[in-house]
């Protein structure tokens, strides 16, 4: 089975910390996607990439940034956490040929005080 | 207009009945489309993919799509309680080099007992 791993499920932090939210795959998939969920928002897409050293940006990337330095791990990172940025952050991973096939992780909660 | 949308319930069966669930997509150029259920504090997992007009049956699940309409829809017969989740519709657009993957805000299905 495909696991991906969310290194922190529940994370409290202050506005103007910086914050890495770590996200591994252990199925070898090259694609590999940062969203976040809002009540009433959905599933909202803020980074992706296909291949290690490779990031896109998705629909709401301000704010954060990405580092994919190997093909299994792929990180969220807010320069400056503000409050607008709580939120449940879901990483998941995929197979090229099968891109919206996702699996993702357990999420990770974040809180910004 | 919003690039998939789905009415966000809730919908309420009792059951063994027909639960249906709706989507609409806005891009005619989309080319697959999934349905994810994702169950109260946990994370979407994928119950259906589909990538041709017409229906495709798993199960007690069917998919329907009509990409001249630009619809898609979710069957479940003979629902449970164990169904009571929000099942969102995702669909996969390929721009700009890059596949995206959009997820409406999700439909919350109550099954009665």
């Known amino acids: 089975d495909v696991k991906v791993t969310q290194s922190s499920r529940y994370l409290v932090k202050r506005t103007g910390e910086k914050v890495f939210l770590e996200c591994v795959q252990d199925?070898?998939?090259?694609?590999m996607f940062w969203y976040r969920q809002d009540p009433g928002l959905g599933l909202r897409l803020i980074y992706f990439?296909?291949?290690?050293?490779?990031?896109e940006k998705g629909d709401i990337p301000e704010g954060y940034s990405v580092s994919r330095e190997k093909k299994e791990r792929f990180s969220l990172i807010l320069e400056s956490a503000s409050t607008n940025q709580t939120s449940m952050y879901l990483c998941?991973?995929?197979?090229?040929?099968?891109?919206?096939?996702?699996?993702f992780g357990e999420g990770s909660r974040l809180t910004v005080l | 207009q919003k690039e998939v949308e789905q009415n966000s319930g809730p919908l309420s069966v009792p059951e063994g009945a027909i639960a249906s669930l709706n989507c609409t997509y806005s891009?005619?150029?989309?080319?697959?489309f999934f349905w994810y259920r994702q169950y109260s504090g946990k994370s979407p997992e994928l119950i259906m993919s589909?990538?041709?007009?017409g229906d495709k049956e798993d199960g007690r699940f069917t998919a329907q799509l009509n990409k001249a309409s630009q619809y898609v829809s979710l069957l479940i017969r003979d629902s449970q309680p164990s169904d009571s989740a929000t099942y969102l519709c995702?669909?996969?657009?390929?721009?700009?080099?890059?596949?995206?993957?959009?997820f409406g805000i999700g439909t919350k299905l109550q099954v009665i007992p």
């Open positions: 998941a991973s995929s197979l090229p040929h099968a891109a919206g096939e996702l699996f």
């Open positions: 199925m070898d998939h090259e694609n």
């Open positions: 990439s296909y291949d290690v050293k490779m990031k």
């Open positions: 891009d005619r150029g989309s080319q697959s």
């Open positions: 589909i990538y041709s007009n």
């Open positions: 995702a669909v996969n657009l390929y721009s700009g080099g890059y596949q995206k993957v959009t």
